[in-house]
């Protein structure tokens, strides 16, 4: 959220249940100076069972890899946009690994 924009009011009624459902987190941080490495190994699979689009949310963040289960993704394969990232279509079941 940026500075000087009122919060908008969000109501229960405009919640949505989350189309994947996240069984695994594994998370490793490289600490320096002056930045931070985030590894993150997340185990997804979709609420519908099929293979979907995937988007995941970060602020502040500079994206340096992006794997699906083991497979380095292009960026044919995602889009990055604003404080959004989209996996184009994701498997049913992945293990998603980024680097930040």
């Not at 996240?22 to 985030?38: C, M, N, P």
């Not at 609420?47 to 994206?63: H, M, N, R, V």
């Not at 959004?84 to 680097?99: D, G, V």
């Amino acid at each position: 959220m940026k500075q000087g924009q009122p919060r908008q009011a969000v109501y229960r009624k405009d919640y949505q249940a989350y189309p994947w459902f996240l069984d695994d987190v594994a998370l490793e941080f490289d600490i320096h100076d002056d930045h931070t490495l985030v590894r993150a190994a997340l185990s997804l699979r979709s609420a519908s069972g099929k293979a979907e689009p995937l988007e995941l949310l970060g602020s502040d963040l500079e994206l340096l890899a992006i794997e699906v289960d083991g497979e380095a993704i292009g960026p044919d394969g995602y889009e990055v946009q604003g404080e959004s990232l989209t996996l184009k279509q994701a498997p049913a079941r992945c293990r998603l690994n980024t680097t930040v």
